[in-house]
């Protein structure tokens, strides 16, 4: 007995980093991300670190239940910006670890713009722009930007228009409402977060601007990439009518190292050889049930 409280002093925090919703209520078919390092600060087997960043964010999380409540509580004032930005997605992208609550308990991340971060503000723009002339971009629907109220009982229609970009001399720029940052918000569903998870840290990540390569960014770790996952997510207190919640992500650009891919290539000729055996040994029962079936038929024609 008196080993029980080491027992639970290892067994709990483990506990801590499960996502129990993940087993209740299942995750969406589109969410494809899981976890590419450890999860006790280690780095990941077979590989070398050559920069990591990592950072906590604040932000509020509501269901979809709560749309027709006034804040702080409700987002009524966006309800039916948030309602009509929603219904151009047909999947529905999951809220931490792709967890799908399903109808109203869907769960939905709202954050001050200004506390979003420069690489991810110019990434949602960018998508912002796309008109869609050929192929229909989803990515423009991850994330939704909207505009504050400026008066008690307005509510907001539609997102704000990303700014333009720079216009060629003689051309003509669009008429779009300069909106300041402070009078902004952002929301999304949080599996929409982990697209684009390196971008969150790569501001204040230094010397790594590896971080900002998206097109590096990969699942699961392989040479010369980036990886990222969403380290921490608290629960809002919605007994006490809170909506507040922090997550915090973590990247890092990483190569194989020479006894990785030593070892990779090792399992790579034994996982080739056992599939040839397999073939082997199937080809061979095949062959015999032929010979028996052929047999037999001579036998009966006797």
């Given at each position: ?28 078919p589109?969410?494809?991300?899981s ?11 077979g ?39 929603m ?35 110019e ?55 300069d ?16 697209e ?35 380290t ?53 029962e ?17």
């Amino acid at each position: 007995m008196k080993c029980l409280p080491l027992y639970l002093s290892l067994f709990v925090p483990a506990l801590a980093a499960i996502n129990w919703d993940i087993y209740e209520h299942g995750v969406v078919p589109s969410f494809k991300w899981s976890r590419p390092f450890p999860d006790d600060g280690s780095d990941p087997g077979g590989f070398e670190v050559h920069c990591k960043a990592k950072k906590t964010f604040h932000a509020k999380m509501y269901k979809l239940s709560d749309l027709p409540d006034d804040p702080p509580t409700g987002l009524a004032p966006w309800r039916h910006a948030i309602e009509d930005f929603m219904d151009h997605t047909k999947d529905f992208m999951g809220s931490w670890d792709g967890v799908d609550h399903k109808g109203e308990d869907r769960e939905i991340v709202v954050m001050e713009y200004k506390d979003v971060p420069l690489e991810v503000r110019e990434w949602i723009e960018e998508q912002q722009r796309d008109d869609e002339t050929e192929k229909p971009n989803k990515k423009k629907w991850w994330f939704g930007v909207f505009e504050k109220p400026q008066e008690h009982g307005q509510r907001i229609i539609g997102t704000v228009k990303p700014t333009p970009t720079p216009v060629p001399e003689g051309g003509h720029a669009p008429d779009v409402k300069d909106v300041k940052l402070e009078d902004k918000i952002l929301v999304f569903p949080g599996g929409a977060i982990y697209e684009i998870l390196p971008l969150w840290v790569a501001g204040g990540s230094g010397a790594c601007e590896q971080l900002n390569n998206l097109p590096k960014y990969k699942h699961q770790a392989i040479d010369h990439c980036v990886i990222a996952w969403v380290t921490d997510h608290t629960k809002p207190h919605r007994e006490n009518g809170k909506r507040d919640m922090e997550f915090t992500i973590e990247a890092m650009a990483v190569t194989e190292s020479e006894d990785g891919k030593r070892s990779r290539l090792m399992w790579e000729r034994l996982h080739r050889t056992i599939k040839r055996n397999d073939r082997k040994q199937q080809r061979e029962e095949r062959q015999k049930k032929k010979k028996e079936l052929q047999e037999g038929i001579v036998r009966d024609e006797l």
